[in-house]
Every structure is written in C-alpha cells, then in structure tokens.
C-alpha cells in the first residue's frame, strides 16, 4: 500500500527565517513518483515539483530546495528566506508507475509566515 | 494559456440529490482526475478518465461516476448524495498520453450537503 506522512501539522515562522517541511512515504513499487504541492486560500493546487525514484539528486528552485532520500524514504521541502507569500498548506503527494495512477497525498502542513 | 477550468465554484444541494460538476483540461492535456478533499484534509483520489474511459478508480462507491467527452472535458456525478459527500472537488489534468505525469489542478467545486 501506498502512504504518505506529513507529521507536521502546523508551521509558524517570521519572514525570512528558513523552514523545513517533512515528508515521509510508504511504497512497495520500485518505480514511484514523489510531488509537492501548494495550497494557497484560493483553494487551487500549484504544482511545485516532481521527483522520479530513480533520481536521488536534491534540486533547488530559487528559494526553494527539495532533499530527496530513498534510505530513510523521505522528501523534504526547504525554503529559504521566508516570505509571507509563502504561507499556505503544503502537501506532498506519492503515485506508481505508469501503470497506477492513483495519487496519494499526505494530510497536508500549513505554514504560516508572519510579517 | 488557459489552466484547468472547473465549474461551478460552489454548489448547494439537499441530501438525497444529484449533482454534476465539470472540467475543462488545460490545453493539450488529454487525462483527467478527479478529487475530492474534504475540510483540513489531503486529496483523495476519486478516478482518472483517459481516452473517454474510466482508466482507474479510488476507494469511492459507484454513486460516482464520470464522463470524458471527445474534446477531453470531463463530468463528474454523484447521485444520492449523504452530507458526508460536503467537501472540495478538485479536478487535474494531465498528458498521460505522452508520459508526463504531472498534474495540474483547477479552482475546484465546493459542495455542500445540507
């Protein structure tokens, strides 16, 4: 079965400070797709990233950074220099091959970024 | 470029009823999704449409069903509807037909049950 674990629930931080969201999966696929996603007030996912099983490397997008660890099954989201754009509920999201399309996401972390 | 349209934005019904909610994939994408996530909640995957058919479904009953017409749009229905049924659909598309995995969702639809 496939599962995601997003144990924070609730994130507070003021602008500019770093924050780490965690994300932790469960899959017996071999060939899995990692994502993040961001769920501002409007409702509307935006997708942020994809990651493939095969590619361990990190990836880093401006402010924002993603470490991915196949050996603790772990996806962590980094973002640097908190804005207060940037608050929101973050979810990150599991699927299987091409095959499974069933797209499991995690319960979701809402960061909030105070002024 | 025009993203994922859904509509309505938000929809009123009795328990009981039926309801029919509808998307419009972004251009160029040929797979549609269907979620429904529930208040403080992730996405719960409902059912994916490719090539006008069903393609795979979640853990929801067969009082959802669903449409894909040939110009890719898609319906979502849910009949008999419980107050448990309240929540925000949310619909995605994609380009499984060229491999491409990611999902790009719309506004959504928030239904309520009363």
């Known amino acids: 079965a496939q599962k995601v674990t997003q144990a924070q629930t609730e994130i507070s931080v003021v602008e500019k400070e770093d924050v780490t969201l965690d994300c932790v999966y469960e899959?017996?696929?071999?060939?899995?797709?990692l994502f993040w996603y961001k769920q501002p007030p409007s409702g509307e996912l935006v997708f942020l990233i994809r990651?493939?099983?095969?590619?361990?490397q990190n990836e880093i997008s401006g402010r924002y950074s993603w470490n991915f660890q196949k050996s603790t099954s772990s996806f962590n989201f980094t973002i640097t220099a908190s804005q207060v754009v940037d608050s929101a509920v973050y979810f990150c999201?599991?699927?299987?091959?091409?095959?499974?399309?069933?797209?499991?996401f995690g319960a979701g972390t809402r960061l909030t970024v105070k002024p | 470029d025009a993203g994922v349209t859904q509509s309505p934005t938000h929809l009123i019904k009795t328990r009981g009823q039926q309801v029919t909610l509808r998307c419009s994939p972004k251009?160029?994408?040929?797979?549609v999704s269907w979620y429904q996530q529930a208040l403080g909640q992730g996405p719960q995957f409902i059912f994916q449409?490719?090539?006008?058919?069903?393609?795979q479904r979640g853990n929801f009953p067969d009082r959802f069903s669903g449409h894909q017409y040939p110009n890719y749009s898609s319906e979502l229905n849910v009949n008999a509807l419980l107050l448990g049924d309240s929540a925000l659909y949310l619909c995605?598309?994609?380009?499984?037909?060229?491999?491409?995995?990611?999902?790009?969702f719309g506004p959504g639809t928030r239904l309520t049950v009363t």
């Open positions: 899959t017996r696929d071999t060939t899995y797709y």
């Open positions: 449409y490719y090539e006008e058919e069903e393609r």
């Open positions: 999201a599991l699927r299987g091959p091409y095959n499974n399309n069933d797209m499991r």
């Open positions: 251009s160029g994408h040929d797979t």
């Open positions: 990651r493939n099983s095969f590619d361990e």
């Open positions: 995605a598309s994609s380009s499984e037909g060229q491999g491409s995995y990611e999902q790009y």
